[in-house]
């Protein structure tokens, strides 16, 4: 891949494996409430579009704001506790950093969390922007998180690559006109990533180097 200035990760399911984080919260705010738990199937599948449309399928309309502070209160610290860097995404970040690229972080997960998340792994330093769906009108699969970091950088989107794990980063990616790599080892199925046609899949992060 030539003429390559950009690198945008998603974040969990690309980098951060927070599921069992997630797991527990998700399933302390619904005992909290009276809900029944759920599986880490259930709940991984349902990850990836903001903490707020996670608990949505789940609670009635009138207890989700409720919930969801519960949520959160619990969150700051199980991410602390349960969250870990996925296999060699560290050495991909250190490689790609010294090879001069410009990395950043396009999430749907609230600012606050991403930032914990980010700083408690110590992968802080290989980014140089980090944007999150909460301080924008549209969280992905629509393309504003991807054009706003593109234009941060003052790049055209042929200059950029999108990494990420779900259907919806494809769909993002595609949108934004944006050559994206898919490592189907998060929250969607392989088979689902597969109908939106990313640019490439790889079997795991490391195999990223590989395809730049």
């Not at 945008?8 to 809900?35: E, H, P, Q, W």
């Not at 903490?51 to 619990?74: C, G, I, M, Q, T």
């Not at 290989?126 to 950088?153: Q, S």
Request: net charge positive; hydrophobic share 40%.
């Amino acid at each position: 891949m030539e003429n390559i200035k950009l690198i945008i990760f998603d974040l969990d399911g690309t980098l951060v494996d927070a599921y069992l984080a997630i797991n527990k919260s998700f399933n302390y705010a619904m005992r909290k409430f009276g809900y029944p738990a759920r599986g880490p199937l259930v709940i991984r599948r349902a990850v990836g579009w903001g903490d707020d449309n996670l608990l949505k399928p789940f609670v009635k309309r009138e207890d989700l704001a409720s919930v969801l502070r519960v949520y959160r209160r619990h969150h700051r610290q199980s991410l602390v506790k349960y969250s870990r860097l996925i296999t060699g995404a560290k050495r991909v970040l250190e490689y790609l950093k010294n090879k001069g690229y410009k990395l950043a972080v396009a999430s749907n997960r609230p600012t606050e969390f991403s930032l914990i998340l980010i700083k408690h792994l110590g992968i802080g330093r290989y980014f140089n922007f980090v944007l999150c769906a909460d301080k924008l009108r549209h969280g992905k699969p629509h393309p504003e998180i991807l054009n706003k970091i593109i234009r941060k950088f003052s790049l055209s989107p042929a200059e950029a690559v999108y990494v990420g794990d779900m259907a919806i980063d494809a769909q993002a990616g595609r949108r934004a006109g944006i050559r994206t790599i898919i490592v189907p080892v998060g929250s969607s199925p392989k088979s689902q990533v597969k109908i939106e046609k990313p640019y490439r899949i790889i079997n795991r992060i490391s195999g990223l180097l590989k395809v730049l």
